[in-house]
């Protein structure tokens, strides 16, 4: 059957969707993370590594329900992706080689994702990041992830909250997709993620870590950097300049929960006291306007989960249930 945008491409074999994957199009500037996440699902790296060919991206384009007029391949960026015209039809783009789920977008590209369920994409050596060799995992799952204050050391950031911090439990994030995950949990969910190429000094030993500086250096707020190949991150090195450490902090009560600390002030909460008083103005008082403006249907990812913000007459909003909370803002479950 044909359109005014050329012939259709005749339903084919879908393996992806045999093997557990939902391919989908992501948003413009939206990464395979962010567009999974959306979905309640986990991008697969190792499918997304599995577009190498022209054949592949078509069979990936037509499980999206879209198609492709033309194909190309490219040696860097952000492939599988597309460009997309209602004129000359969608310009699909296959990449040789390892890609991620965190890469950004090409401009002017939408990203071609591959979904799947968390189980499904995390059963696989190649769901892991290029080359990371991650230490030895944990035995105890007895320490929760905090999101240091920017600049600080993990070391410093666990006892400000009373805690002791784990440097075994940095080999619970074996892939970018976990550190994701995590991030979403703590209410500060990665606009991206890129892994260390060991080239940009040895303040990116300390992390992972997230850009939260409205700009660090070239990186952009929200973006999440991941340890480079060999490198076991240590408890007491500080981030780079404008990143914030996650740290897995141990000991104290349950009731120490995986969270952002002191809203990623220059100063820790270092008495009960305050953190008492924090938490119950927490529980009584419910921002939901963040501040910043949206003209189209959705917000920056760095404001929260699309369960968690929306965009409502031009300004983002925290939905039910959810508070603005920090000095960006971002949208986290209410505390009750």
């Known amino acids: 059957m044909s359109s005014m945008f050329g012939s259709s491409t005749k339903p084919a074999a879908k393996p992806s969707t045999a093997s557990g994957v939902k391919w989908s199009v992501g948003k413009t500037g939206e990464t395979c993370l962010v567009t999974c996440n959306k979905l309640k699902l986990t991008c697969n790296e190792k499918a997304l590594s599995g577009v190498s060919s022209s054949t592949a991206i078509k069979q990936a384009a037509t499980s999206a329900r879209t198609s492709c007029k033309t194909t190309s391949s490219k040696s860097s960026g952000s492939a599988p992706d597309m460009t997309q015209s209602m004129w000359s039809g969608n310009t699909c783009y296959y990449k040789h080689g390892t890609t991620t789920c965190g890469a950004v ?12 369920s968390a189980s499904a994409s995390s059963n696989s050596p190649s769901g892991s990041p290029p080359g990371y060799v991650p230490p030895p995992p944990t035995t105890s799952s007895a320490f929760t992830w905090q999101l240091a204050p920017t600049g600080r050391s993990c070391t410093d950031a666990c006892k400000a909250k009373r805690l002791t911090c784990s440097e075994r439990g940095f080999g619970q994030l074996r892939t970018t997709m976990e550190l994701y995950s995590e991030s979403v949990k703590i209410g500060t969910p990665c606009a991206g993620t890129w892994v260390n190429d060991g080239v940009h000094g040895s ?4 992390i992972p870590a997230q850009c939260t500086a409205s700009k660090c ?3 952009p707020h929200g973006l999440c950097a991941f340890p480079k190949k060999g490198v076991s991150p240590t408890c007491s090195g500080a981030p780079p300049a404008g990143y ?10 349950s009731s120490h929960s995986s969270s952002s600390v002191s809203s990623h002030s220059s100063h820790a909460v270092s008495s009960s006291s305050a953190s008492t008083s924090a938490s119950t103005t927490a529980s009584t008082t419910c921002k939901v306007k963040t501040g910043v403006s949206c ?3 959705n917000c920056y990812p760095s404001l929260g989960t699309a369960d968690a913000v929306q965009c409502k007459s031009r300004t983002c909003e925290c939905k039910t249930g959810y508070c603005a909370t920090g000095k960006k803002n971002v949208c986290t479950k209410k505390v009750y």
């Not at 977008?105 to 799947?116: A, E, Y």
């Not at 303040?203 to 300390?206: C, L, Q, T």
């Not at 914030?244 to 009560?253: A, D, H, L, Q, V």
């Open 105 to 116: 977008p090409t401009k002017g590209h939408v990203r071609m994702c591959p979904c799947s």
């Open 203 to 206: 303040a990116f030993d300390n």
């Open 295 to 297: 003209y189209f249907t």
């Open 217 to 219: 250096g070239v990186d």
């Open 244 to 253: 914030s450490r996650f740290c897995p902090c141990s000991g104290g009560s």
